[in-house]
């Protein structure tokens, strides 16, 4: 499952243990998600993002970056060794 191929999201989804094995990294990944990541893309119109129920939707540029989002993901075999791409079931 992608992202540009689904709709409603929820955030525990980006936040799931398996990206990270140790607490505080894990800890400091949620942070970096809420403070900075969800606001940006949610200000850029790339996202909806409801803080009260966790929920994340398309907002009303998405479509503008889904090119780009196919691209990557038909492509992960491609991206520099030490950038981090999770697969999203």
């Not at 009260?52 to 970056?65: H, M, W």
Request: proline share 8%.
């Amino acid at each position: 499952m992608t992202l540009y191929e689904y709709n409603r999201r929820d955030i525990e989804e980006f936040t799931a243990p398996r990206f990270n094995t140790e607490e505080k990294d894990w800890e400091l990944f949620k942070a970096e998600l809420n403070r900075k990541h969800l606001p940006r893309l949610k200000r850029a119109g790339i996202i909806s993002w409801d803080r009260d129920s966790d929920t994340i939707t398309r907002g009303p540029k998405f479509e503008d970056v889904r090119p780009l989002i196919r691209l990557i993901d038909d492509h992960p075999d491609e991206l520099p060794e030490d950038w981090s791409y999770p697969e999203i079931d």
